[in-house]
Structures are given as structure tokens and as C-alpha cells.
């Protein structure tokens, strides 16, 4: 299953520009953080959205960060919407099984989820398994490259199916991040404020 990439552009505007200005959006980055060439680090200084900083991105533990979400969330009034790449898709998967303030988000954008059981994973992300599939508590969109070297796409489409999230295949982009040369990737951004908006993307037949 994956989502279709065209957005009603004039009637949508409106409604996804008010939800997303309504809305907290928390960037959650991956293994080692994204880098000012990553789409992530440009919505921030584009959008001003925030980062949720980690005290440790190269040796990341999986309890710590999740602890890390429930501080950030605990701070902030705004209903919250969550834009998550790689570690950061597996993050939201384990917070929202155990956190009592899932009800403080809206929705979840996440984008190429790494597959963390995999035998090749680096040492550093061993204790990121098993992956946590619950199903999320909240609305969700996944996005996935058709060549994504951490995760295939049999294996992405498994882990969304059960959180609940549908896919929207993005092609042939590899991890989809600094290297994948999506730029500002104003696409991605479209379907983040149409998923603030709750506004249903067509899927296909």
C-alpha cells in the first residue's frame, strides 16, 4: 500500500497553514542528528520548528530518548505534531507505547523507519530492539525510499501496517536525508501540513 502524492492545493492551503501555525511541531532526528543539509534542519531554520536535543547521538539510548520526548512535552501547551527521520520513526513507535501524554499529539509524520533487527545495524543501535509495533495512538504518515539501504521496503511497509501509519512510496532516494538531495523538499512539507490539517490523501485502488 502506499499514498498517492497529489494534494488538493488551493482549497487545502488554508486549513493546513492554520493547523500547522496551531500546532507545536517537534523535529525528532535520527542516529548522529541530521546536518544543516538535511530537510529536517532546514524546516527548523525555514519554519522555526524545534528540535528535540538529545544528550547523546552517537551512543543513543533508546529509554533516554524516549524520556528526552516526555520532557519537551511536558514543557509545551500547543498541540504537537511530530516529524520524525530514521531512529527518530523507531523513537515514536517506543514513546508511544508506554508515555501517558500521547493524547498531547496530533499527529506523526515519519520518514525512511530504519529496520533496527537487522544483523548488519551498527553496534550502537542494539538496544533499539525488538522494534516496538504497537499500534499509535494518533495519526500517522509514513514515507519511504524505494532504495533506503536500512530498511527495505517489504520490511517498512510491515512496521507501518502495524503502527497504523500508511506509506507514501517517495521512489528511488535512498535514506531519504542530507545525501538524497531533497533540498527544503517542499513535497515532504506538504503532506506534513495536510496530515496536521487531517485532511485524507487519496490512496490507490
Not at 146 to 161: E, G, I, L, M, N
Not at 163 to 188: I, Q
Not at 190 to 204: I, S
Amino acid at each position: 500500500m502506499h499514498m498517492t502524492s497529489n494534494l488538493t492545493p488551493d482549497p487545502l492551503a488554508p486549513a493546513a497553514s492554520t493547523a500547522i501555525e496551531k500546532a507545536r511541531v517537534l523535529v525528532l532526528p535520527g542516529w548522529l542528528n541530521s546536518d544543516a543539509a538535511h530537510w529536517q534542519s532546514r524546516w527548523i531554520a525555514r519554519h522555526g520548528y524545534q528540535r528535540v536535543e538529545q544528550d547523546d547521538w552517537t551512543w543513543p539510548r533508546r529509554g533516554d530518548w524516549m524520556a528526552r520526548l516526555d520532557e519537551v512535552l511536558l514543557a509545551t501547551r500547543e498541540p504537537v505534531v511530530l516529524v520524525a527521520h530514521s531512529l527518530g520513526c523507531q523513537l515514536v513507535a517506543a514513546w508511544a507505547e508506554h508515555s501517558r501524554l500521547t493524547d498531547r499529539v496530533r499527529a506523526a509524520l515519519m520518514v525512511a523507519p530504519p529496520d533496527t533487527e537487522r544483523e548488519d545495524m551498527p553496534p550502537q543501535l542494539h538496544n533499539w530492539r525488538p522494534v516496538r509495533r504497537g499500534r499509535l495512538p494518533f495519526a500517522a504518515l509514513a514515507v519511504v525510499s524505494t532504495d533506503d539501504p536500512y530498511c527495505s521496503v517489504d520490511r517498512a511497509a510491515a512496521f507501518c501496517a502495524d503502527w497504523g501509519a500508511p506509506v507514501h512510496r517517495a521512489g528511488p532516494r535512498g535514506h531519504l536525508n542530507g545525501e538524497s538531495g531533497l533540498g527544503d523538499w517542499d513535497d515532504g512539507h506538504d503532506l506534513l501540513r495536510a496530515l496536521a490539517a487531517g485532511v485524507r490523501l487519496a490512496l490507490p485502488d
